[in-house]
């Protein structure tokens, strides 16, 4: 896929985790967003307390807000090759789901509770996407042009080709 031949194409920060991690990390983030998101709502809307009831409406405004940052990344920074951009993304999206996550701590535990795994991982993504940014100096356009023309016994762009491949 483009994105992962883009992962691969770009200095990374360390700590970095294999592609392979992104899906089950990410069905698991959502799982829990969604039950968060039920879990607000549920219990927010049917409060007698007005100010509950607000803060559950202004929570359901912020998830969609957060669910749109979320899907715009990925293309900002694997698509557009834009990490300038990406970087201001990831930074909206993990400030608002701070706010959403103590804004739904008053409404029920439980959904602030599922929250904080996302946020722990955004926090970390948003150390990935800056390390990234600085290690490419902010350009992955070069980058991904090398990725296409690069041997094909490598993974990382600049990684050397295994010894004994091309005549070694």
Same mark, same amino acid.
């Given at each position: 896929?483009?994105?992962?031949?883009?992962?691969?194409?770009?200095? !990374?920060?360390?700590?970095?985790?294999?592609?392979?991690?992104? %899906?089950?990390?990410?069905?698991?983030?959502?799982?829990?967003? *969604?039950?968060?998101?039920?879990?607000?709502?549920?219990?927010?809307?049917?409060?007698?307390?007005?100010?509950?009831?607000?803060?559950?409406?202004?929570?359901?405004?912020?998830?969609?807000? !957060?669910? *749109?940052?979320?899907?715009?990344?990925?293309?900002?920074?694997?698509?557009?090759?834009?990490?300038?951009?990406?970087?201001?993304?990831?930074?909206?999206?993990?400030?608002?789901?701070?706010?959403?996550?103590?804004?739904?701590?008053?409404?029920?535990?439980?959904?602030?509770?599922?929250?904080?795994?996302?946020?722990?991982?955004?926090?970390?993504?948003?150390?990935?996407?800056?390390?990234? %940014?600085?290690?490419?100096?902010?350009?992955?356009?070069?980058?991904?042009?090398?990725?296409?023309?690069?041997?094909?016994?490598?993974?990382?762009?600049?990684?050397?080709?295994?010894? %004994?491949?091309?005549?070694?």
């Amino acid at each position: 896929s483009e994105t992962k031949k883009t992962y691969f194409a770009l200095k !990374q920060p360390p700590y970095r985790p294999p592609p392979s991690v992104f %899906g089950p990390a990410w069905t698991a983030l959502y799982g829990l967003m *969604g039950y968060a998101a039920h879990r607000a709502w549920t219990v927010g809307m049917a409060s007698a307390i007005p100010s509950t009831v607000e803060n559950t409406r202004i929570g359901a405004t912020l998830y969609t807000v !957060q669910l *749109g940052l979320n899907l715009a990344w990925m293309p900002l920074f694997f698509v557009k090759g834009w990490p300038v951009a990406a970087t201001a993304d990831i930074v909206a999206l993990t400030g608002t789901v701070g706010y959403l996550t103590y804004l739904w701590g008053t409404i029920d535990d439980t959904a602030s509770y599922c929250l904080m795994p996302y946020l722990g991982w955004l926090g970390f993504a948003t150390y990935l996407c800056i390390g990234a %940014g600085y290690l490419n100096k902010w350009d992955f356009q070069d980058k991904i042009k090398r990725m296409e023309t690069k041997a094909e016994e490598t993974k990382y762009v600049d990684e050397e080709p295994e010894s %004994g491949s091309m005549g070694r």
